[in-house]
């Protein structure tokens, strides 16, 4: 399984662009890369999932490298309630088995 | 709506004392999962559920046992609970999204033992 690894925080003002890059070394040729939002006394939700180059929805960007060791999720214009943990997640590859990281908590001042 | 329901939401226990937390998802969804979130430790899988009658173990499965006998319902079943099982407890259910799937987590469960 592939291993993740985040910045522990970061600080941001409001309508700034938050880029926050996971290192995934070890991703695997089928592994998928997933970005969830965790607000505090809440489950993890979904944000974004690509397998490689760019994806974008309505709340987010997610860029992947060539090599695919990485990925930066960016959250353009954050406001305050943006303020949450930011968690990394690779798998797939036909497993349901999933290693979360320690996550990177996004601070938003007003 | 579509939810993930987890009950009890808090629960303060004694060690021994053998204890269920039950997880219900009402969108047909065959994957499920337990994780446990402890403070700098972010989340770790305990077991999953592919299917019904088909669990395996995650990361932590030590101390925890699980079941499938239906495929809106996966409870986790702590036999004799200890001090370190004291932690944040989400379920999640999960749908297929292209070769990966997104997973909806219930509101978690708080679980003290003492």
């Known amino acids: 399984l592939a291993k993740t690894t985040q910045p522990i925080s970061m600080d941001s003002y409001e309508g700034q662009e938050v880029n926050i890059t996971c290192s995934h070394n070890?991703?695997?040729?089928?592994?998928?890369i997933t970005w969830y939002q965790q607000f505090p006394s809440q489950g993890p939700r979904f944000i974004i999932q690509g397998y490689k180059t760019k994806v974008t929805n309505e709340v987010a960007s997610l860029f992947i490298p060539a090599d695919r060791k990485s990925s930066t999720l960016s959250l353009p214009r954050v406001s305050l309630s943006d303020t949450a943990v930011y968690y990394c997640l690779v798998g797939g590859s036909g497993t349901y088995k999933y290693i979360f990281g320690t996550g990177t908590r996004l601070k938003v001042l007003a | 709506e579509a939810q993930v329901t987890q009950n009890p939401r808090y629960l303060i226990t004694v060690t021994g004392k053998k204890l269920t937390v039950t997880c219900s998802q009402n969108m047909n969804h065959e994957y499920m999962s337990w994780y446990r979130q402890d403070p700098g430790l972010g989340l770790r899988q305990i077991y999953y559920?592919?299917?019904?009658?088909?669990?395996d173990k995650g990361d932590v499965p030590e101390g925890y046992k699980v079941s499938r006998k239906e495929k809106r319902n996966f409870p986790l079943i702590l036999e004799s609970p200890s001090p370190n099982q004291t932690s944040l407890y989400f379920c999640a259910s999960s749908i297929k999204r292209g070769q990966d799937y997104e997973q909806y987590f219930g509101p978690g469960t708080r679980l003290t033992v003492t």
């Open positions: 559920s592919m299917n019904v009658e088909v669990t």
């Open positions: 070890n991703i695997a040729t089928n592994d998928y």
